[in-house]
T-cell receptor, first 112, second 115 residues
Framework: LAKTTQPISMDSYEGQEVNITCSHN???????ITWYQQFPSQGPRFIIQ???TKVTNEVASLFIPADRKSSTLSLPRVSLSDTAVYYC?????????????FGTGTRLLVSP | DAGVIQSPRHEVTEMGQEVTLRCKPI?????LFWYRQTMMRGLELLIY????????DSGMPEDRFSAKMPNASFSTLKIQPSEPRDSAVYFC?????????????FGSGTQLSVL
């Protein structure tokens, strides 16, 4: 499974756009990129998933360049409630997803 | 559906005691996972089941840890005997059979403190 590297922590203010970048240099052809969000005292929850270019949903956008060696999770106009840990995971879709590695994630702190 | 349900929410026990954590997956999900989360090591996969059968237990730290899934709606993670270094948050998660959009659905976790 591809190894991922993301910042340990980030700080932001309410209303700002936050971009969290994840590096995955050894991503395989059949690997997908998935992001999870974890609030304090809760289990992680799925945010967004993509394979290439751009994916957008009601929560976030995911930007993946052509070489797919990195990806950026974009949170528009964050609020205090976006304070959480964000995990980048890389792995195949139909086989092996069971062993996706969460790591320690990026701790985002949003201040007033 | 109420989501993945774990019990107890908090468990405080003394070293040497047996601890049993419980999980009810989302109905219809074929995969069940047990994770452990600590500040130092993050979120680690301990074991996962497919259709009630343990598939990979390579993440189970020691023989003191055991997990069972007697039926599709119930699983347990047991630690016997417990040690202070087992203190962590233990999460259970479930997922549908692999397809186009695998997602893990996590419970709220069990905060375990071993004194």
């Amino acid at each position: 499974l591809a190894k991922t590297t993301q910042p340990i922590s980030m700080d932001s203010y309410e209303g700002q756009e936050v971009n969290i970048t994840c590096s995955h240099n050894n991503i395989a052809t059949n690997d997908y990129i998935t992001w999870y969000q974890q609030f304090p005292s809760q289990g992680p929850r799925f945010i967004i998933q993509g394979y290439k270019t751009k994916v957008t949903n009601e929560v976030a956008s995911l930007f993946i360049p052509a070489d797919r060696k990195s990806s950026t999770l974009s949170l528009p106009r964050v609020s205090l409630s976006d304070t959480a840990v964000y995990y980048c995971l890389v792995g195949p879709m139909n086989t092996g997803f069971q062993k996706l590695v969460f790591g320690t994630g990026t701790r985002l702190l949003v201040s007033p | 559906d109420a989501g993945v349900i774990q019990s107890p929410r908090h468990e405080v026990t003394e070293m040497g005691q047996e601890v049993t954590l419980r999980c009810k997956p989302i109905s219809g999900h074929d995969y069940l996972f047990w994770y452990r989360q600590t500040m130092m090591r993050g979120l680690e996969l301990l074991i996962y089941f497919n259709n009630n059968v343990p598939i990979d237990d390579s993440g189970m730290p020691e023989d003191r840890f055991s997990a069972k899934m007697p039926n599709a709606s119930f699983s347990t993670l047991k630690i016997q005997p417990s040690e202070p270094r087992d203190s962590a948050v233990y999460f259970c998660a479930s997922s549908l059979d692999p397809g186009q959009h695998e997602k893990l659905f996590f419970g709220s976790g069990t905060q375990l403190s071993v004194l």
